[in-house]
């Protein structure tokens, strides 16, 4: 039974996979831009081979730096764990680089050491990143072991930016006492502190570490970079109270969040929400302009709806044309030309349709012809909210720690079959959430009224129904296109 205790400790499952299958593949879209998967090898202080990923955009800036999440597996993990966290900050313009620490996945290595040798990988990975003239600040996201050891490297390099910390143990031997209670172990405390001295001497002999080393709570005291602690309620395995420890003693700015669930349960949207707005707060990363976006500015200003928010800016401005060509033949304003010479923003626009309408209203009245029945606003309204619910409930992603969340990842943004994935634009998102908000309901409401005029020319008539059923056709694209963009879902293939 001890040795089976040891190798719960140093030897735990290995992940075994295939990085063809469960990583993103080395050329794959997320949300309208292409990225890029590079794999590499780094050699850590004992001789031990790393297998490492780092996801970037393609082609790299050459003159943009940008910021890196180091993300660190737990237990039993590898570095197809961080695909969540890839689909998630890459959108933002923040790298991803990921690792098989020493021991797990694929890397060398016979044992592991629940963060007290996976800091000193951690170190070569950060020294990499720092010769790379191509990233700029370094944060750090951990889960259970990796958030372990995030913290015990970050008490000894505090040029850190910031760090995730998701489920992390306050010490490993009252983790063990906690596991044996967990465990239902019936036998006299006595006895099970003499078998935890005779596993530390087993383990120290083996794994070449010092279990009563690994002591969160010596060093939070010492730690003064930025973090987010998050932790499970329902985590019988590491109990909440350990972060609540290691959160009291934290030296450093500090929140925390709980959350339903278990140590292994998928965490929820508002998390992963918390934590896009964590790394974009203090990493700043820089608005990327691609060339796509650098040709259409000139005719309008995107604001926070960039390239980036997984917007398909062709299809946008081609509504937006569509519109307002419509607007001006409606409304017999003027007779001015498609292109527009001064920048307009979205949200601008957006805040101009709801008058369009009205004028259309207006329009429909006094020709006494209602063509569209209240029934057909009620369906589409109706099929909007199906569609913003449906999203709304998948919103919940897999824990990459679970193993049942790996799976083949090739191109997000391209389909409507698409999983949610948020994309974290801080404050300069939450002026466009209330044009966007104003979308999610048909634009007008048709009323039946009984014909007070008659005798009106059907050609007119039918001149202006024509024009707004075609309105009404490209605003819905445009709240669909809004819609799928902003909430865009990842598709993993068979």
Known sequence: MIEQFVNFVIRPPRADYNPHQYLWEPDFTLAGR?????????TNARGNTLQCTHYTPSPIPQDTPLPC????????????????AAAMLLPSNITVFTLDFSGSGLSDGEYVSLGWHEKDDLKIVVSYLRCNKQVSCIGLWGRSMGAVTSLLYGAEDPSIAGMVLDSAFSNLFDLMMELVDVYKIRLPKFT????????????????????MNLNCIKAAPKTFITALFGHASEDIFIQPHHSDLIF??????????????????PRPQF???????????????????????????????????KIGSGMDESLLYEIVSGLRAVDAGATSSSSAPSSVSAAKSVSEFLSEIAPLATTLDSII?????????????????SHLQVN????????????????ESWGRCSSIGGSDEESSSTDCRGGTNSK????????????RKMQKKSRKKSGNDDSRKSSRREKFEKLEGLSQRLRLCILKGVKHRRHQSS
């Open 34 to 42: 292409k990225y890029q998967r590079q794999d590499l090898e780094l």
């Open 192 to 211: 099970v502190k003499m078998a935890v001295q005779y596993m530390r001497r087993v383990i120290q002999k083996k794994a070449k570490f010092d279990i």
């Open 432 to 443: 466009h959430q209330m044009s966007l908000k104003a979308l999610a309901t048909p634009l």
């Open 248 to 265: 009291k003693s934290y030296a450093g700015d500090k929140n925390i969040i709980k959350f339903d669930g278990d140590h292994n349960s």
């Open 271 to 305: 998390y992963y929400d918390s934590v896009s707005i964590f790394f974009y707060n203090v990493l700043h990363p820089p608005q990327v302009s691609c060339s796509l976006s650098s040709k259409l500015e000139k005719y309008y200003d995107l604001g926070g709806l």
């Open 388 to 403: 913003t619910n449906e999203q709304n409930e998948e919103c919940c992603s897999y824990s990459s720690s679970n193993r």
């Open 365 to 381: 009245d006094q020709d006494g012809s209602s063509t569209l029945m209240d029934g057909t606003d009620a369906e589409c309204s």
């Open 69 to 84: 999440v180091i993300y660190c597996h737990g237990n039993s993990g590898c570095r197809a764990d961080a695909n969540e």
